[in-house]
């Protein structure tokens, strides 16, 4: 990949780095958008009040709780870009239309702020991002051009994919994103596992891999916080994370559309695979907003695994 004059090709920032990946000025106007507005995000966390909607500040003015913020600020930001069709975010009722011409647009689905319920604590959250050409935000998540994700840290990192592979970027002192890691790479296995939900609430299936995963050497390696611990399992270039059908709800807790489809398309991007334990989350059609799915994700080789314990095949 060829460098800006001057800079080795680790210092190049996010919009010369697009440039070179020799897609459309719409799509690198849009990616350098979303890169933009996390910068005001990642300041609401580092500075905003923690979560204490409808309360007023010394001005008597009214505080947003952080994930409304964080909302408004990507809406905004998505609103004017003059790239965007239809929008549509976690915070959301319904999609919100911009203009109804798909041309030359992208419509995209996020979650301002994933893991918000973290926040008052003070580990890390995400925003999650999925892109799709056009207006139509409800296709199957193997239809979206891009995804990324912004991990609100001790440092702040973004990680996207166009389908041309998977790159980090991170914010320097200048608050610019420059490439740290390309071509990331998952291995085939790994020894790590982040499992979401209650455990007495696992199926005797989810159980049963469990076990097995604790048998084969993993360690328990979760947070609590979606996009830290895919952050960690793609970074580290191994392990699984799952949110498992639950008892009590046979479709688990994370979305669809803001949080399962652009994280499985950039770990399939690092050749790892996803799966709801039948079909590749990505060819799930997708029946309303508000979808949920089980998911298990990371090393394509212990997705497989989860596969088989799921259908009483292991
Ligand atoms: P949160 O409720 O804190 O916003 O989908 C949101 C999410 O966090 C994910 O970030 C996280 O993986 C999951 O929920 C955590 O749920 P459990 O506490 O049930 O494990």
Redesign the pocket.
């Known amino acids: 990949m060829p460098s800006e004059p001057g800079k080795t090709k680790f210092q190049i920032d996010l919009r010369a780095h697009l440039r070179e990946q020799n897609i459309s000025d719409n799509l690198v106007h849009l990616i350098c958008e979303i890169a933009e507005a996390s910068k005001y995000v990642i300041n609401a966390v580092r500075t905003g009040d923690l979560g204490v909607a409808g309360t007023s500040n010394l001005y008597g003015e009214e505080q947003l709780a952080l994930d409304v913020l964080s909302d408004r600020i990507m809406r905004k930001r998505l609103i004017h870009s003059g790239v965007v069709c239809n929008i549509a975010s976690e915070e959301m009722e319904e999609i919100y239309q911009v203009t109804s011409n798909p041309q030359g647009m992208f419509s995209v689905a996020y979650d301002p702020l ?5 926040v008052d604590v003070n580990l890390a959250v995400g925003t999650i991002v999925g892109i799709y050409q056009g207006c139509d935000l409800l296709q199957p998540g193997r239809k979206m051009v891009g995804a990324m994700y912004i991990l609100y840290g001790p440092r702040v990192s973004l990680v996207y994919s166009i389908g041309k592979g998977v790159y980090e970027f991170t914010m320097n002192q200048l608050m610019e994103f420059t490439l740290t890691k390309e071509d990331v790479q998952m291995k085939p296995s790994g020894d790590i596992y982040a499992p ?3 455990r007495k609430k696992y199926t005797e299936e989810n159980e049963r891999f469990i076990r097995h995963l604790e048998d084969k050497g993993s360690k328990l390696r979760y947070s ?4 830290p ?1 895919i952050n960690q399992v793609m970074m580290k270039g191994k392990g699984i994370f799952m ?1 498992p059908a639950l008892t009590d709800s046979p479709n688990g ?3 669809l559309l803001f ?1 399962l489809n652009p994280m499985a398309y950039l770990i399939e991007q690092a050749g790892g695979a996803a799966t709801n334990g039948k079909i590749p989350i990505l060819d799930i059609v997708p029946d309303g907003l508000d979808q949920r799915a089980p998911v298990y994700i990371g090393s394509r080789e212990d997705v497989e695994k989860a596969g088989e314990f799921l259908n009483g095949h292991a």
């Open positions: 994933d893991g918000s319920s973290l979401g939900g209650l609590g916080g979606f996009v611990d949110y807790k994370l979305r949080e």
